[in-house]
């Protein structure tokens, strides 16, 4: 069975049925085109590569099979009934310091849903261990997802945290407003801060944002207006991140850059970084090994 809405892309939909327009960005990339390098919104470089993305389509979800079973995915389409890949075909940024971010995990669920960056099309689906669902060992009480265009090289030893190399998945999102987000619903949030988690070895960046749609979004600008606005959500968050394997006889996760949330600044390097790897894998200037770049 295929149920299919429309998403709405950047802002927050409040009906079962809505649609806007995707934004071109310096992110969003055309073959021939470019990849810039932005530091607290100014322009600093320009790297040449081709790839193909969309830049203003009205995005739907097609959902096939029933949720929480197997054969369970969530893929994108445009217009056409084209299906697109959320990872690749989305683009990163929206301008005025927004970015597009895609739901995988709506806040207080616990079903471990993520993009198959292996799968034709890379559809959001419930991750497995062994054959059988994955489910955090309690819920998750923020919006979870990645920023598309993203991509943690495994091949990248970041000296400024412990050497750790890329987890070879997009970067994650925390995003801490008040509405609960669906299963491929894109919303356009800010950054705030950074936490620079470390999974067995793995540099796992969760960056914290928040929808523009929120209430307080215009009171929160830096990693100190979480701590004044927000209070206690930053410790909250890694600590929820640090723990949620414990339950499982899994050592707890760490973290890197003194144990602390990074600024703005440092979450927008972390951005500009890895859309910047993401941009060689899909030139195929780095090995994709088994990710899919359709």
């Avoid at 600590?239 to 890197?256: L, M, V």
Wanted: aromatic share 10%; with cysteine; proline share 5%.
């Amino acid at each position: 069975m295929a149920v299919t809405t429309r998403a709405a892309v950047g802002s927050t939909a409040t009906t079962a049925v809505s649609s806007f327009m995707l934004l071109k960005t310096p992110f969003a990339l055309k073959r021939g085109s470019s990849a810039l390098s932005f530091n607290n919104g100014r322009r600093l470089s320009k790297r040449s590569f081709s790839c193909n993305a969309i830049y203003n389509p009205q995005v739907q979800i097609k959902q096939e099979g029933q949720p929480e079973t197997l054969d369970y995915r969530v893929f994108f389409e445009d217009t056409s009934g084209k299906k697109i890949s959320p990872w690749h075909d989305i683009p990163l940024q929206l301008g005025d310091g927004a970015f597009n971010f895609i739901v995988e995990i709506p806040k207080e669920s616990s079903a471990k849903m993520e993009v198959a960056t292996d799968e034709l099309y890379t559809p959001i689906k419930q991750d497995t261990k062994k054959g059988k669902l994955r489910y955090y060992p309690y819920n998750i009480n923020w919006n979870y997802g990645l920023l598309p265009q993203t991509w943690e090289d495994p091949s990248f030893a970041n000296s400024e945290v412990e050497g750790a190399f890329g987890d070879n998945d997009p970067v994650d999102v925390v995003e801490i407003g008040d509405a609960r987000g669906k299963v491929g619903e894109i919303l356009k949030v800010k950054p705030l801060a950074a936490l620079a988690m470390i999974d067995e070895g793995e540099l796992d960046w969760k960056i914290v944002a928040i929808s523009l749609d929120d209430p307080r979004a215009s009171l929160v600008n830096d990693v100190d207006d979480v701590e004044k606005h927000f209070s206690g959500t930053l410790t909250a968050i890694r600590n929820w991140f640090r723990d949620y394997k414990i339950p499982d006889g899994k050592p707890a996760n760490k973290f890197g850059l003194g144990n602390k949330a990074a600024s703005r600044e440092y979450a927008l390097k972390v951005i500009t970084e890895t859309n910047e790897s993401w941009a060689k894998l899909v030139k195929r200037s780095i090995p994709a090994g088994e990710l899919s770049l359709v």
